[in-house]
């Protein structure tokens, strides 16, 4: 297999491990809800620490990785976001939960753009699109299997173990 096939795949992965990690607290929104005593609107302000640090960092952490190489700072922000997803488990409130998921959101912030960067970098400008395209879609696939890996887990084992799992997931990436 060449090389560049394989880093499709290691990205296409990652897409996938990046929206199971993002759609898993909406899947476990009532569950967390319920188990942290938070109001409909504390779990609001839960939802927007994640999308205003991801949104503040895109620029900044896709400009590290121009800086610093790609490869190794997606290694390090998957270790980032997989450690906060497991630490999402450990919260034990609304102010915990805020943190936590706003230090996720600083970590998943860099994974498109330094996806982008590596894509830009082994792929021919003809096939970078389809790679790209690739990669969007396999992220889209893992918002859209979230339920079917979160529910069962947090049936059986409830709804912190979800996080555990979900972050040994992207470590093991």
Known sequence: MKRKNIILTMLVILGVVTFLDRINISVAGSAIMNDLHLTPSQWGWVQSAFILSYGLMQIPMGAFGDRKGHRKVLALIVLWWSLFTAFTGMAGG?????????????????????????????????????AQGYVWAASRMGGALTPFVVIPVMATVGWRTAFYLLGALGIVW
């Open 94 to 130: 609304l102010v915990s939960l805020l943190v936590i998921r706003f230090m996720f959101g600083i970590g998943e912030a860099g994974s498109s753009p330094c996806s982008t960067g590596v894509i830009s970098r082994w792929f021919k400008k003809e096939e970078v699109g389809k």
